[in-house]
């Protein structure tokens, strides 16, 4: 019987998951379709390429195989996809793999009721870093000088990136050295802290497999009483082997984890500088937004948006019809979201005018977690700006101010 803090070697014992290392989550997952724990998965798959990440809502465990594998450049968030599509959750039990910003989106739509974590399997994956699929396709055609489209397989080994062609070619570069050049991982994944996800119940990764099972094994952590279950049971149900970990593999695992939180946090140093202090912040963030097209991708995608009725939309705080919106429209996103902000870097990747929201907001986050000790997507804590109060301004103007400013504000008769 496994219990919560366990760790584990694990691959699969069927023959036809290739798994990106030992094939656990994917085993895992047939198990919990299989067994009936959950009525679907939700989980990624190769769409047209390798650059494109596709969500997929799996029922049938004969169809997981396609979606074993890791994807690089698989940035989106599948949280917000449960809340827009699957009702929260609130009707149905899912398993869904999580990266960090997975699992921390998670948490912070839970908290607002968006989804029913009840009913939620969170199949963790340990993470270093996601590869934005367009600067993928322009670094590998300049960089590596390569087609990105005769690009059949892309894995992240020993600090490179490395490609595969159709034709056998095979390069990798390091990462390091890509950054140094604007390319490599996305700027949220370079300033990201949350390496091993154990928010959720089970997590899964490839640090700390040495050894003949180098390669050939999925090292688990498990992180709740739940994902100990599930993990008794796909073992007991035969779907998978385990052995205990090397002592040494341990060490390293650890190490790893702990070089690239001091990476994520000397990043954010870098960042946060780069983008000034104080009014030239200010500044900065009002000359950089002032491209800003109202698209509102940016509040579509955002895990912590949830609101039925947004204020960037109310007539009053912004004008309609105005483009590039009044900064007000950038202070109301900041003002419902930095506190909570999981730095998952949907709102840049989505943005048009290539605006670096995330970093906007993540800078702001960090910030208001030195002052209020919150910190976004690990437990359950409301962050303390939930419990202000947002005044109903039309109604307090309706009840209180003369028609004249009623009319002018809201450019109709009280
Ligand atoms: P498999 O059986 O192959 O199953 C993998 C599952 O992950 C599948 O269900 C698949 O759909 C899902 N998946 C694939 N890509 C994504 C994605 N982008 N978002 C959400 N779900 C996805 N492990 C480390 O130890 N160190 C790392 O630095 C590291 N970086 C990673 C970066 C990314 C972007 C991803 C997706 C994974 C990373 N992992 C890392 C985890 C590792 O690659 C394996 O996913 C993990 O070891 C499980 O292996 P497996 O053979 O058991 O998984
Ligand atoms: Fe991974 Fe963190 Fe980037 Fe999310 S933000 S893809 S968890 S590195
Ligand atoms: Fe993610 Fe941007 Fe929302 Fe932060 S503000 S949670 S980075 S989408
Ligand atoms: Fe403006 Fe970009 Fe957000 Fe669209 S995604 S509303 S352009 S900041």
């Known amino acids: 019987m496994s219990a919560k803090g366990d760790m584990f070697y694990a691959w699969t014992n069927v023959s036809d998951i290739k ?69 929260g959750a609130k009707d149905m039990k899912l398993a869904v793999t999580c990266k960090g910003c997975d699992a921390k989106a998670m948490y912070e739509l839970a908290k607002r009721q968006q989804i029913n974590l009840d009913n939620i399997v969170m199949i963790g994956l340990n993470c270093g870093g996601s590869v934005s699929p367009v600067l993928a396709r322009k670094m590998i055609t300049e960089k590596y000088g390569i087609d990105p489209n005769d690009v059949v397989k892309e894995e992240i080994d020993k600090g490179q990136f490395i490609v595969m062609t159709k034709d056998g070619q095979h390069k990798g570069i390091k990462i390091d050295e890509l950054e140094e050049e604007g390319l490599g991982r996305r700027k949220n994944c370079q300033r990201c802290e949350t390496k091993i996800p154990r928010q959720t119940d089970i997590v899964c990764g490839n640090w700390g497999v040495i050894g003949e099972k180098a390669g050939k094994a999925t090292f688990v952590e498990i992180c709740s009483d739940k994902g100990a279950m599930i993990f008794d049971g796909a073992v007991k149900a035969g779907v998978l082997a385990t052995s205990a970990p090397e002592e040494k593999g341990l060490e390293i695992r650890d190490k790893i984890e702990n070089v690239m939180i001091k990476m994520g946090k000397k990043n954010q140093e870098t960042q946060f500088a780069e983008i000034g202090e104080g009014t030239d912040r200010l500044k900065y963030i009002m000359a950089e937004t002032g491209r800003c097209i109202k698209c509102y991708g940016c509040i579509e995608n955002c895990p912590i948006c949830y609101c039925v009725e947004c204020s960037t939309k109310k007539p009053h705080l912004v004008r309609p019809g105005q483009v590039p919106p009044d900064f007000m429209f950038q202070m109301i996103r900041f003002a419902h979201i930095a506190d909570s902000c999981v730095n998952c870097g949907q709102c840049t990747d989505i943005c048009p005018q290539n605006i670096p929201n995330s970093l906007f907001m993540h800078a702001q986050q960090v910030e208001l977690e030195k002052m209020f000790g919150h910190k976004p997507g690990m437990d359950m804590e409301l962050p303390v700006l939930a419990f202000a109060e947002e005044i109903d301004e039309r109604a307090r103007l309706n009840a209180t101010g003369s028609d004249m400013i009623y009319e002018n504000v809201f450019g109709e008769e009280k």
Not at 52 to 80: F, R, W, Y
């Open 19 to 87: 798994g990106e290392c030992g094939g656990a989550v994917t085993s895992i997952l047939k198990y919990l379709l299989e067994s009936k724990t959950v009525d679907a998965v939700l989980t990624v798959q190769k769409g047209a390429d390798v650059f494109d990440a596709e969500p997929v809502v799996i029922t049938d465990p004969a169809d997981l195989v396609k979606s074993a594998g890791s994807l690089h450049c698989g940035t989106l968030l599948l949280p917000k996809l449960i809340k827009k599509y699957l009702n």
